[in-house]
């Protein structure tokens, strides 16, 4: 059993090609300007979904009942080159159900992608490795205060256990969001990038805050610090990526 906050198909912005993308229940950290607050309980909750519908988020799921839907779309992740993507919430969390259903997945010839903040301790990672073929993988404050503080995250165990993923050569990607106030500043994104080169990263992907979070929290009666936030300009982001370019291969997202 996985307790699952959501399933939904035909994404588009959660890896290569089409896919199914996963979301986990529960989370360790809690970012103020996170975008699934729905996922972050760590046990099943009875909330009204964006339509005012009431529903459970992170029922308890049968690992067949997953597969029974991500199969629907073989088709697609074959012609896409797409496949399926574990997110959430923290997937390690729930460690040894997503290695039971990413051994599923990858026993049915499913690319399978693990999207995680790296908080957990690394024989969480070793459970799942075998059966993942890429990473992407949370970046978001360039020390242990802000990590702390911000976030409520523990930087060194997140900055090590990258470090270990990228010695044990996995296909990792590093995922910034970038929140302005938190980790945009020329000073602060040369920090981040100084971790990220500590350790070796080579492709950073830099997702630009967006509000698209907004109605989740409305419709989940929770307030949403970011909720005056403007969405980000993409001429703000390439001015930060001209930072995060000088030492990485480096994509702005959505
Ligand atoms: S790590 Fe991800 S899911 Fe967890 S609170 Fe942060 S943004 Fe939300």
Redesign the pocket.
């Known amino acids: 059993m996985i307790n699952v906050s959501d399933i939904q198909r035909f994404s588009l912005g959660d890896g290569p090609g089409i896919r199914t993308t996963i979301f986990f229940q529960g989370?360790?950290?809690?970012?103020p300007?996170?975008?699934?607050?729905e996922?972050?309980p760590l046990r099943p909750q009875k909330m009204r979904d964006p339509r005012g519908r009431e529903r459970v988020y992170g029922a308890p799921t049968d690992i067949a009942n997953i597969l029974a839907v991500v199969e629907k779309d073989a088709a697609y992740y074959a012609e896409s080159g797409g496949g399926v993507t574990l997110s959430?919430?923290?997937v390690l969390l729930q460690a040894e159900g997503a290695a039971r259903l990413a051994a599923a997945l990858q026993a049915e010839g499913i690319h399978v992608l693990l999207d995680t903040?790296g908080?957990v301790p690394f024989a969480a990672f070793q459970k799942v490795l075998p059966f993942i073929d890429a990473i992407y993988y949370?970046w978001?404050a360039a020390n242990a205060e802000d990590y702390r503080r911000r976030?409520g995250?523990d930087f060194a165990r997140i900055l090590d256990n990258l470090g270990r993923l990228i010695e044990a050569g996995c296909a990792v990607r590093v995922r910034v969001?970038l929140i302005e106030g938190v980790n945009t500043a020329p000073d602060y994104a040369e920090q981040m990038c100084a971790c990220l080169r500590q350790v070796g990263a080579q492709e950073v992907d830099l997702l630009p805050f967006h509000r698209l979070g907004s109605a989740k929290y409305r419709a989940l009666g929770l307030a949403y610090a970011y909720a005056s936030v403007p969405s980000m300009t993409i001429q703000r982001a390439k001015e930060i990526a001209k930072i995060y370019q000088k030492y990485f291969k480096t994509k702005i997202e959505g």
């Open positions: 989370c360790n950290l809690h970012c300007w996170c975008h699934n607050p996922a972050i959430g919430g923290e903040a908080d949370d978001k976030i995250g969001p």
